[in-house]
């Protein structure tokens, strides 16, 4: 009988920063590590090891596959150069090697750039014939022939599943890699697959990575339309949240209809109340609709019982100190249920990073950039308007203020009161609870370059 090859599938954790990893509730399955192993011939077997759950310890492998964000880059190279000393071949890929595949090839043998569905073939087949490449430009999937995750080979320990419906981004925001990683262009699944798909998820909740859920135009929204009537004629019974834009709530039809599919909250890129901040980002949504629109958009979403999950970014050029105090201000008084706050973040991929890094104001001691702080709660680059360690400081406060339990409380009650949905409310306090732990938490001391 032939032996299989063992690939072995890893999901590396920062270590710096535990994050959303501190609570089960928030911990999101490797989709993509699920989509690696649907594409892999049956002659192999998977096995895919999650530190969202358990440290890294050394398993048997003939080929390792590791993915990576750039939080997770740090430990992804640790695990990587751990197996090629033992002359174990690694494939690296995720957004952040796909944005400096020249910086992982000094720790793997090969880098997937881009989407792997039309390249994992030629990948299997050249390490079968000991040739492995290099270089692996994926391309853009055509999203009707995408695979189903193997969501059999996920911890079972995670109590949300992950989907998605599609891929793409037409806009063009200052700080997202999307569109470098996924294209501008917008691309569908079929409504049967992804029906299929969340039949075979085992878990009640679910999560949409979509980084809209109604897309961009009229095909789009005809196609969120058509699945939420499959949802709820499916009679999956499970409930969940997505991305969207703000001018979802320009449809309170598709609202109303994703209110009755399950959904319980949209995570909306609210970013700041001021145009001078939205202009700086380019968030050209934002900036048509008007800062003076976010009130009845909130409003209109509430009425179909679903929590708004606000996104806001603290630190931009244009932010003075009083500004970061003033949109925090701003979140607490607003009709925003949950609150993101993010440190502006440079990811590579991105305008910010390549206007960051030709003005020299990247952190980068030692000329090493230290990735594991690039995790939304650490200042990694040099503000205009005062320095990273004033930065800090101001975060620390607004954190402490924004997430403390008296005005969690309030948000609980207001919605309640603004949704009238007891379970609604219920899904907001549990997400606001994930980000008071992620944005207080003391990180620990990083042993991954001896320069921490």
């Keep these: 009988?032939?032996?299989?090859?063992?690939?072995?599938?890893?999901?590396?954790?920062?270590?710096?920063?535990k994050g959303f990893l501190r609570r089960v509730q928030s911990k999101q399955s490797p989709l993509g590590l699920g989509i690696?192993?649907?594409?892999?011939?049956?002659?192999?077997?998977?096995?895919?090891?999650?530190?969202?759950?358990?440290?890294?310890?050394?398993?048997?492998?003939?080929l390792v596959g590791i993915t990576t964000f750039t939080s997770t880059a740090a430990r992804a190279y640790e695990i990587a150069d751990l197996y090629r000393s033992k002359g174990i071949p690694v494939v690296m890929g995720g957004i952040h090697?796909?944005?400096?595949?020249?910086?992982?090839?000094?720790?793997?043998d090969a880098v997937v750039i881009g989407e792997a569905e039309g390249i994992w073939h030629q990948v299997i087949d050249d390490f079968k014939n000991k040739r492995l490449?290099?270089?692996?430009?994926?391309?853009?999937?055509?999203?009707?022939?995408?695979?189903?995750?193997?969501?059999?080979?996920?911890?079972?320990?995670?109590?949300?599943g992950s989907i998605q419906t599609s891929r793409g981004c037409p806009m063009d925001c200052e700080f997202c890699s999307v569109p470098a990683f996924n294209g501008h262009k917008y691309r569908l699944r079929s409504i049967d697959s992804i029906i299929t798909e969340m039949k075979q998820?085992?878990?009640?909740?679910?999560?949409?990575?979509?980084?809209?859920?109604?897309?961009?135009?009229?095909?789009?929204?005809?196609?969120?339309?058509?699945?939420?009537?499959?949802?709820?004629?499916?009679?999956?019974?499970?409930?969940?949240?997505?991305?969207?834009?703000?001018?979802?709530a320009e449809k309170p039809y598709l609202l109303k209809l994703a209110s009755q599919a399950g959904c319980r909250m949209l995570l909306i890129g609210i970013?700041?109340?001021?145009?001078?901040?939205?202009?700086?980002?380019?968030?050209?949504?934002?900036?048509?609709?008007?800062v003076s629109s976010y009130k009845s958009a909130f409003r209109t979403i509430h009425k179909a019982k679903i929590a708004v999950l606000g996104a806001f970014i603290f630190g931009m050029d244009s932010d003075k100190p009083q500004d970061l105090y003033n949109r925090a201000e701003f979140i607490m008084k607003s009709a925003v249920d949950v609150t993101q706050a993010s440190i502006l973040t440079p990811l590579p991929g991105t305008?910010?990073?390549?206007?960051?890094?030709?003005?020299?104001?990247?952190?980068?001691?030692?000329g090493v950039t230290k990735w594991q702080y690039f995790h939304f709660g650490d200042v990694v680059f040099s503000p205009k308007q005062m320095s990273a360690k004033e930065l800090a400081t101001h975060m620390q406060t607004i954190y402490q203020k924004i997430t403390s339990l008296?005005?969690?409380r309030l948000h609980f009650i207001r919605t309640f009161w603004n949704t009238k949905s007891l379970r609604t409310a219920i899904w907001a306090w549990n997400s606001n609870i994930n980000y008071r732990l992620a944005l207080r938490e003391k990180p620990v001391k990083s042993n991954l370059t001896k320069n921490d």
């Excluded at 009988?1 to 920063?17: C, F, G, S």
């Excluded at 979509?210 to 969120?224: F, L, Q, R, S, V």
């Excluded at 910010?352 to 890094?357: E, P, R």
């Design 201 to 248: 998820i085992p878990q009640k909740l679910i999560y949409f990575v979509d980084d809209n859920i109604i897309g961009y135009g009229p095909e789009a929204e005809k196609h969120a339309e058509k699945l939420f009537k499959a949802m709820i004629a499916s009679n999956l019974k499970k409930e969940w949240f997505a991305q969207a834009s703000l001018n979802i």
């Design 97 to 108: 090697v796909s944005s400096l595949p020249e910086e992982a090839l000094q720790h793997a």
């Design 351 to 366: 305008r910010l990073y390549n206007k960051l890094q030709s003005e020299g104001r990247l952190d980068t001691p030692d």
């Design 271 to 290: 970013e700041a109340e001021k145009e001078e901040q939205l202009k700086e980002s380019n968030k050209k949504l934002n900036l048509k609709k008007g």
């Design 1 to 17: 009988m032939e032996t299989k090859d063992k690939l072995l599938l890893i999901n590396p954790a920062n270590q710096y920063r």
């Design 36 to 62: 690696i192993a649907a594409l892999t011939p049956n002659d192999f077997k998977i096995k895919i090891w999650d530190e969202n759950f358990r440290p890294f310890r050394e398993a048997e492998a003939d």
């Design 406 to 408: 008296k005005n969690l």
């Design 133 to 160: 490449k290099g270089i692996y430009q994926g391309g853009l999937t055509d999203m009707q022939q995408s695979p189903i995750p193997r969501h059999d080979l996920f911890h079972p320990g995670y109590i949300f």
